[in-house]
T-cell receptor, first 117, second 117 residues
Framework: SAVISQKPSRDICQRGTSLTIQCQVDSQVTMMFWYRQQPGQSLTLIATANQGSEATYESGFVIDKFPISRPNLTFSTLTVSNMSPEDSSIYLC??????????????FGPGTRLTVL | GENVEQHPSTLSVQEGDSAVIKCTYSDSASNYFPWYKQELGKGPQLIIDIRSNVGEKKDQRIAVTLNKTAKHFSLHITETQPEDSAVYFCAVKRNASGGTSYGKLTFGQGTILTVHP
């Protein structure tokens, strides 16, 4: 499986500010995803990060609040904009296996633990 | 959309006992069923998965069974050890249109497994 790293691992931020989370993979992958995991809850897909084009957002998530970049096949960023305490969550980067669209497996990074005061 | 129900929400066993976690899903077209283990402070780790053309899969002490007719699948852990203590998530996916595998993963609510020494 791919080795996925995220920066920062955790942060405490003031409301109204923005935070950019980085995701780096040790091999080229076609599919990259961003998930949110609210405290004690399950995982919810925010968006699929598409290389060379705009991200595909799930219902309830919008680009103005969660802008995503995907400049190449090993890197993506998620920005949480104009934060409020409700944005306090773990944000997880996930990748699909390899460059082919044929594989099912998804692997997760260690997560970024965000607290908004 | 897909609905995934996971039970129980918490499970407490003695070391050496077996643990079983069950998930039901609603979309009969779903064809990929992974299980993830999430330890405290870490991202989810893929531990086993099964595809719709298989009824059972084993990997050492863990196994997954799938009943497509009843639309449910289960995780079985035998000879549990304290290091099996974690949150376990089931997930469901059906292939995206166009024949690729990257449809959306929908997660269950999670099961907190505690193995007492």
């Amino acid at each position: 499986s791919a080795v996925i790293s995220q920066k920062p691992s955790r942060d405490i931020c003031q409301r109204g500010t923005s935070l950019t989370i980085q995701c780096q993979v040790d091999s080229q992958v076609t599919m990259m995803f961003w998930y949110r995991q609210q405290p004690g809850q399950s995982l919810t897909l925010i968006a699929t990060a598409n290389q060379g084009s705009e991200a595909t957002y799930e219902s309830g998530f919008v680009i103005d609040k969660f802008p995503i970049s995907r400049p190449n096949l090993t890197f993506s960023t998620l920005t949480v904009s104009n934060m409020s305490p409700e944005d306090s969550s773990i944000y997880l980067c996930s990748v699909g296996r390899g460059l082919s669209g044929l594989y099912n497996e998804q692997f997760f990074g260690p997560g970024t633990r965000l607290t908004v005061l | 959309g897909e609905n995934v129900e996971q039970h129980p929400s918490t499970l407490s066993v003695q070391e050496g006992d077996s643990a079983v976690i069950k998930c039901t899903y609603s979309d009969s077209a779903s064809n990929y069923f992974p299980w993830y283990k999430q330890e405290l402070g870490k991202g989810p780790q893929l531990i086993i998965d099964i595809r719709s053309n298989v009824g059972e899969k084993k990997d050492q002490r863990i196994a997954v069974t799938l009943n497509k007719t009843a639309k449910h699948f289960s995780l079985h852990i035998t000879e549990t050890q304290p290091e099996d203590s974690a949150v376990y998530f089931c997930a469901v996916k059906r292939n995206a249109s166009g024949g690729t595998s990257y449809g959306k993963l929908t997660f269950g609510q999670g099961t907190i497994l505690t193995v007492h020494p």
